[in-house]
């Protein structure tokens, strides 16, 4: 079930741009809830988690830094779509390798520590991929790119975090340093999470709607657990 949770949410997104069109403000509000929910999961959860299973503190902190890092890196590829703002204006028809490349290997390493948690995470990661989807798909479409080279794109993103969760769960290497790897990707979340939060906040301003939404994704992470 967690497999198809997986792929569902991002044909959910998907959807719902041909048929409802969500508007911006919206997607924002689901954008502020994910990221404070996966915020809440990897601090509340993931962070603990790691630490207890691995006592070389030090090094499990440089994996750490070293997820933040690789995220700065993937995304100026990928021009910030993980975090809900693809910053790219294009007319032309080719096919954005690099956004696809960077966009599934981030998707693929989400995956990889579900396996080895509680059923927060993947609904963090659920809730997470259903605005992302809705702004990927929106951007396709505007993009005018074919809608097979769209559809292709789109499934292959999907099934990317349950192979990720797959290949953690089955492949010795991933089983073997699971805690090193749960280290990079709480610094993946950490780094994807707090831009989230801060893009959701226009100018600085206090915005009542989005931080109801912050909120109800702390509280909803803490209750949970």
Same mark, same amino acid.
């Given at each position: 079930?967690?497999?198809?949770?997986?792929?569902?949410?991002?044909?959910?997104?998907?959807?719902?741009?041909?048929?409802?069109?969500?508007?911006?403000?919206?997607?924002?509000?689901?954008?502020?809830?994910?990221?404070?929910?996966?915020?809440?999961?990897?601090?509340?959860?993931?962070?603990?988690?790691?630490?207890?299973?691995?006592?070389?503190?030090?090094?499990?902190?440089?994996?750490?830094?070293?997820?933040?890092?690789?995220?700065?890196?993937?995304?100026?590829?990928?021009?910030?779509?993980?975090?809900?703002?693809?910053?790219?204006?294009?007319?032309?028809?080719?096919?954005?390798?690099? !956004?696809?490349?960077?966009?599934?290997?981030?998707?693929?390493?989400?995956?990889?520590?579900?396996?080895?948690?509680?059923?927060? !995470?993947?609904?963090?990661?659920?809730?997470?991929?259903?605005?992302?989807?809705?702004?990927?798909?929106?951007?396709?479409?505007?993009?005018?790119?074919?809608?097979?080279?769209?559809?292709?794109?789109?499934?292959?993103?999907?099934?990317?975090?349950?192979?990720?969760?797959?290949?953690?769960?089955?492949?010795?290497?991933?089983?073997?340093? /699971?805690?090193?790897?749960? /280290?990079?990707?709480?610094?993946?979340?950490?780094?994807?999470?707090?831009?989230?939060?801060?893009?959701?906040?226009?100018?600085?301003?206090?915005? !009542?709607?989005?931080?109801? /939404?912050?909120?109800?994704?702390?509280?909803?992470?803490?209750?949970?657990?």
């Amino acid at each position: 079930m967690s497999y198809i949770f997986l792929i569902a949410s991002v044909l959910f997104g998907s959807i719902l741009v041909f048929i409802l069109k969500p508007n911006n403000k919206l997607v924002h509000l689901l954008l502020a809830f994910s990221g404070a929910y996966l915020l809440s999961v990897t601090i509340l959860h993931l962070l603990p988690l790691v630490y207890i299973e691995n006592t070389a503190y030090k090094k499990v902190g440089i994996f750490i830094l070293s997820g933040i890092i690789i995220q700065s890196i993937l995304e100026s590829f990928s021009k910030g779509a993980e975090h809900g703002h693809i910053h790219i204006h294009t007319n032309r028809k080719e096919f954005p390798t690099l !956004l696809f490349v960077s966009l599934c290997i981030h998707a693929f390493s989400e995956g990889l520590p579900i396996h080895n948690t509680n059923d927060n !995470l993947l609904w963090a990661i659920v809730i997470h991929k259903i605005p992302i989807a809705v702004v990927l798909t929106t951007f396709l479409i505007q993009a005018k790119y074919p809608k097979k080279t769209t559809y292709v794109f789109l499934i292959v993103f999907a099934f990317m975090s349950p192979m990720g969760m797959l290949f953690g769960d089955k492949i010795l290497f991933f089983t073997t340093y /699971a805690s090193e790897i749960t /280290a990079l990707i709480i610094g993946v979340f950490l780094h994807i999470s707090t831009i989230i939060l801060f893009e959701s906040t226009e100018n600085h301003k206090f915005n !009542l709607k989005k931080f109801i /939404a912050i909120l109800l994704g702390i509280l909803l992470t803490i209750f949970t657990l």
